[in-house]
């Protein structure tokens, strides 16, 4: 049985002249921390809706935990918890009767783990949703996403409204499932800097394309930036990303013999991100 | 259910008090299941689409649909579900109503079970139809409401420029009177209109929640921008207009009754029904007179067209009493009256018809009422001098004066004095208008009043005014009333002296109402219930009476209203005159 949690191949959609994805590819493994990093519009969330099935790709296929679909079924759903971007609750619904109300879809539901879920994120669970805070209502869509077990955590940039101790419980919790159970988290996200502290393999996307795809570590040792006046180009085995932005393979870095005048410096994620994501800008 | 609980609680409330004032009418008025009928139609269509609101436009319009399209259950059984709870709600609404409509109407009426069947098959059929119906406007979320529109543009298509009766409309058909009487089994064509619609809005209702992983659905839902919020309402608006402008200008076929026999009209056809009590010959004299005051009114008034005319004599009406057909799929004017109908009558009322008709209804208008009435007699009358004195002689006796109050609140007068003795007073003004500025000059008032043609609203704005015209012609109303009065007052009326007064009596649970005559030996009150807007004379229930004294039939409670007419028929005149008028309100 194949180790790939997610594999995404040629996944294209569009909505009208619009490309949201225009050949998309790329692969998790299972137990990984995924981020996957892109800038508004570039197709974090189309991609999200495809795998929980909401929308379909007009092209490319799709495997999800070892099975390829063509449109992800409802079992295979119940082996997925999804946090999305918003949160749409009944309003009226207090977090115990959405927690009764989802459970019905469920046959792992977990309702222990879904109460300590609550306990430890603070989530008052007789207070209606309405009346949450959209933290609160973010962290209450993840305990209903955890409380079935399962092995594939679908997070549609779930941070991007909470404050920094939110975001930081969020997180904590997330790569402690990752850690502990071997749940698999595919993690889409605009803030570089969040990512970067969790994920362990990172995508990033623009235009509906992959750019990058690499675990952490390594793409941050393939990358440099490279200082000088007037610009130097460091030759062949090295490609330019953007402006002063270069990568290569680590062992090159490490043999490459660099004039005077030339700095050669390590660069963020955050730094990378903005020279892929910034490539087809004007400079 | 939970979510929608409330709103859904709301309904059933709004339709229970419904319901029960429907139920109260039909129980006064009878008629098995027509308060079901009336509510599936009117509070089921409300409920169906408050329902379809909620359940579909609304879900996908709050995003709450997204919430349940990723849980694990397919978008079909969350549509599915949805139109099934939609169907069960209804459903079950019409059945509660059909269950109280049997509980309350067998108090009354003896209902088989297979009659009251028949009735719930109906009315459940077209229930299932209509949530079909909302369900899928439901799914066009900000063009729920355009789907309505047009809904109820295409039935008002139906019904007034296609002339289908709604009766017999696909569908709407489940809501005829026979439906209500659940006499007859359900017709089997209407049950397959209602699969048919029903399989082409489930349909479309799959499609829009489908398709494109129901992305359709969701984009409808979301709000209209101000360029399609203005496009919406510019398009209702000119369809408003369009139709009511094809109705306007919708040729109706002319009406046509072979049987009658037909006169020689130039202008137009002139039809009179022969009868047992009227002959062929009879007939034709007849038909010959109508025709010649058509004939040469059109001519005079410069009419392209005249409608047809129509005349049946029929049993048990008053000689003075002529009756108007309400042609509504064709064009044309049919009156019925007694064999012995009074001729004068019968020519002047054609008269007032024809014209009615030319200004579309306009010339009732209280400035030129009185106008409308008089010229309509002068011009049958204006040659026959034994025919202008028995109208002036009728025009003696009335017992309200003409002055310019009496004939500006024409609809007072006439109701003071009843259609004769009015239509008397009118011709009395008319012919005194003849006299004092000339026929030629009344002529040309009656063509710039009556026969302007249907020109839309411009013509309604720069319509001529009759005060305008009589300062033209060099008189007023007070000098012509003033003169037609003292005429008036030189002419021997001969008529039986009778004098009547109605009032109430206070009694047990309520007042009644006492009417005392004398000088008539046989006369008859005319009495109906007032309602707020109700001016009066229409649907007049009639007790006739002898001797000085009668009571009327009826016990009125504190602020009902009521008028009562007190007539009789004078011997000497030959035309009803009303002794009496008035208006009662108990207290």
Known sequence: MSDLALQLSGLTLRFGRVAALDGLSLSVRQGQLYGFLGRNGAGKTTTMRILMGVLSAQEGTVEVLGERVKKVSVSLKQRIGYVSQDQYFYPWMTARQLGRFVQAFYPTWDEAEFTRLLTVLDIPPERRSVELSGGTRTKLALALALAPRPPLLLLDEPTSGLDPVARYEFNALVSSMVKERGTTAFFSSHLVDEVEGIATHVGLIDHGRLQVEADTATLLASARKVVSAPPFEPGPGFTRVRDDVWTAAPEAWAQAGWPEGVTVEPVSLHDLFLAYARTRSPA | ?587
Not at chain 2, 33 to 59: D, P, Y
Not at chain 2, 218 to 223: E, F, G, K, T, V
Not at chain 2, 451 to 474: H, I, K, M, N
Request: charged share 20%; with cysteine; net charge positive.
């Open chain 2, 1 to 587: 259910m939970r979510e929608h609980g409330w709103v859904f609680a709301a309904v059933v409330v709004c339709c229970a008090a419904g319901l029960f004032a429907l139920l109260q009418k039909a129980g006064d008025q009878g008629g098995r299941f027509s308060a079901l009928v009336r509510f599936v139609g009117f509070l089921g269509s409300v409920s169906a689409m408050v329902t379809a609101n909620r359940l579909f436009a609304r879900e996908y319009g709050g995003k709450t649909q997204l919430f349940l399209e990723v849980l694990p259950i397919t978008r079909a059984r969350v549509l599915a579900t949805k139109w099934a709870i939609g169907a069960a709600f209804l459903g079950g609404l019409v059945t509660l109503a059909w269950v109280s409509t049997l509980v309350f109407m067998r108090r009354t009426e003896v209902i088989t079970t297979s009659d009251a069947l028949r009735a719930l098959l109906a009315t459940s059929a077209f229930t299932l139809a209509l949530w079909s119906w909302s369900a899928m406007a439901g799914m066009l979320g900000r063009y729920r409401y355009v789907a309505w529109l047009v809904l109820l543009f295409f039935t008002i298509y139906l019904e007034q420029l296609a002339s289908v009766p709604l009766r017999d409309a696909p569908v709407l058909r489940l809501l005829s009177e026979a439906s209500a009487m659940a006499r007859a089994p359900v017709s089997p064509r209407a049950l397959l209109e209602v699969a048919v619609l029903v399989a082409g809005c489930g349909f479309v209702t799959a499609v829009l929640g489908l398709r494109g992983s129901g992305s359709m659905a969701a984009a409808l839902a979301a709000r209209m921008t101000a360029r399609e919020r203005a496009f919406v309402v510019a398009a209702v608006m000119v369809s408003i207009f369009v139709s009511v402008r094809l109705k306007e200008e919708r040729e109706l076929p002319a009406f046509e009754l072979e049987e009658a026999t037909r006169s020689t009209s130039t202008r137009g056809v002139v039809g009179v029904m022969t009868t047992v009590d009227v002959g062929e010959e009879a007939a034709r004299a007849l038909g010959e007179a109508v025709a010649g005051d058509v004939d040469s009114l059109a001519t005079t008034l410069q009419l392209e067209k005249v409608p047809p005319v129509f005349i049946l004599p029929q049993h048990g009406l008053m000689p003075t009493v002529i009756q108007r057909a309400d042609l509504a799929d064709s064009d044309g004017i049919v009156l019925r009256g007694a064999p012995d109908v009074e001729v004068a009558v019968l020519r002047a009322r054609v008269m007032h018809e024809l014209l009615k008709d030319l200004t579309e209804s306009r010339a009732l208008k209280e400035d030129r009422h009185a106008l409308l009435d008089g010229f309509s007699v002068w011009w049958t009358a204006r040659q026959d001098p034994v025919l202008r004195a028995r109208w002036w002689r009728w025009a003696a006796a009335s017992r309200v004066p003409l002055s310019e109050a009496s004939v500006l609140r024409w609809f007072e007068t006439s109701e003071q004095l009843g259609e004769c003795i009015a239509t008397a007073l009118a011709f009395a003004l008319v012919d005194t208008l003849a006299q004092t500025v000339g026929e030629e000059r009344t002529v040309a008032m009656a063509r710039a009043l009556f026969s302007r043609p249907r020109s839309g609203l411009a013509a309604v704005l720069f319509e001529a005014r009759p005060v305008a015209l009589l300062r033209e012609a060099g008189t007023d109303w007070g000098s012509l009333t003033a003169k037609a009065e003292a005429r008036r007052r030189e002419v021997e009326p001969g008529q039986t002296l009778a004098t009547a007064k109605l009032a109430l009596r206070a009694g047990e649970g309520g007042s009644q109402v006492v009417a005392q005559v004398t000088g008539a030996s046989r006369w008859r009150v005319l009495y109906g219930n007032l309602g707020p807007w109700a001016r009066g004379q229409d649907n007049l229930r009639r007790l006739d009476a002898r001797g000085e004294q009668a009571t009327l039939p009826l016990t009125l409670s504190r602020g009902e209203r009521l008028l009562a007419v007190v007539e009789h028929d004078d011997p000497a005149l030959g035309c009803p005159v009303r002794l009496e008028a008035v208006r009662l309100e108990a207290r």
